[in-house]
């Protein structure tokens, strides 16, 4: 979405009336419980979020102050939520699928409370 940005404009001229907030939850290297970011003190995205993804799961000593994703939601109350994942945990082959799926699910499950 950032070197082609015709899904935003695209929503906007579908629905020109609706004033839409659109919010990309991912980046590279992201997955949807596991967002490392140097500026936020944790780099899981909801609670729970590390029993996903084990080896990660430790504390990063980050110090920020930068925004978790709930409180951007919140912040931009976003009426469309985008999340790209899925690349990074392909590489975990037909063994890491139930644990894909299980976290991607929890994610959206958190997302819409």
């Known amino acids: ?7 935003e404009t695209e929503m906007q001229l579908r629905y020109p009336t ?20 140097s500026g936020r003190v944790s780099s899981w ?21 930068f925004g978790t994703p ?17 690349y990074n945990e392909s590489f975990e082959g037909p063994q890491g699928l139930e644990n894909y799926k299980a976290e991607l699910d929890a994610f959206i499950k958190h997302s819409l409370k």
Request: glycine residues 12%; charged residues 20%.
């Open 1 to 7: 979405m950032l070197n082609f940005g015709t899904f």
């Open 18 to 37: 609706d004033s839409l907030v659109i919010r990309n939850m991912s980046d590279g290297c992201d997955t949807s419980g596991f967002r490392p970011h």
């Open 45 to 65: 995205a909801f609670p729970g979020a590390e029993k996903f993804q084990t080896e990660l799961a430790q504390n990063s000593g980050s110090e920020g102050a």
């Open 70 to 86: 709930d409180e951007w939601l919140s912040r931009l109350q976003a009426d469309i939520i985008l999340g790209f994942f899925g």
